[in-house]
């Protein structure tokens, strides 16, 4: 595709369900990259992948988030246990290859409401 | 990692240039310096990158100071387009390689 698609474009959950949102990065992309993004606030870093290898995950905010990207091109992020807390935009970035110099392009996002 | 320091908004009126700062004083690190934006309902853009010259590109232009320890971010005839967030992003000095994004710059254009 064009660009970085990512999907459901919304979701509605109720506490304690587990969700999965999806990133389909930009074709030949390497890096790929999981944001969460606050009403307001700039994005935060969640986790990123090189190919199918999670480079750091550091950003988690805990164990319910998991990510995985198992054939270095689709990336799944799943929030088990879903709290209302967790609502939020979730941005997927991808980047043709790791650098130095990052050149993000950023899909538009899945708003995540938790009830 | 770094910490930036960015003016909460700023407003410029259309047509006229628009410097907007950033400190990161607590710089480390020899990585580059990243600007981002985020129009309206958008995920972020890429805007420019340093390391320690000035740097030109279609968009804006990119002043570092010689110490690396602030950078300005140049519009230089801002239209109503460029209203966005701005996002100053220093290296990361061994933190995460991510991009960490602090709150940014809301620019303001009035016509």
């Known amino acids: 595709g064009a660009g970085v698609s990512q999907s459901p474009r919304y979701k509605v959950t109720k506490r304690g369900q587990d969700v999965a949102l999806r990133c389909d990065p930009i074709?030949?992309?390497?890096?790929l990259y999981w944001y969460r993004q606050a009403l307001g606030q700039g994005p935060e870093f969640l986790t990123y992948?090189?190919?199918?290898?999670?480079?750091?995950k550091s950003g988690l905010p805990n164990d319910r988030f998991s990510a995985e990207r198992p054939e270095g091109s689709i990336s799944t992020l799943t929030i088990q246990r879903t709290e209302q807390r967790d609502s939020a935009m979730y941005r997927c970035?991808?980047?043709?290859?790791?650098?130095?110099?990052?050149?993000?392009?950023f899909g538009s996002g899945t708003q995540l409401s938790v009830l | 990692d770094a910490k930036t320091t960015q003016p909460n908004s700023m407003e410029s009126n259309e047509e006229e240039p628009v410097h907007l700062p950033c400190n990161h004083s607590?710089?480390?690190?020899?990585?580059?310096i990243h600007w981002y934006r985020q129009l309206p309902s958008q995920g972020p853009e890429y805007v420019i990158h340093?390391?320690?010259s000035n740097v030109n590109n279609r968009m804006a232009s990119l002043a570092i100071a010689e110490d690396r320890k602030s950078s300005t971010l140049i519009l230089h005839r801002a239209t109503l387009r460029d209203a966005a967030v701005y996002y100053c992003?220093?290296?990361?000095?061994?933190?995460?390689?991510?991009?960490?994004f602090g709150k940014g710059t809301h620019l303001i254009i009035q016509p």
């Open positions: 340093g390391l320690t």
């Open positions: 970035a991808s980047s043709l290859e790791p650098a130095v110099v990052k050149k993000l392009f």
């Open positions: 607590t710089i480390s690190g020899t990585d580059y």
């Open positions: 992003i220093p290296p990361s000095g061994g933190g995460a390689d991510g991009l960490t």
């Open positions: 992948f090189n190919y199918e290898a999670q480079q750091d």
């Open positions: 074709s030949g992309h390497v890096s």
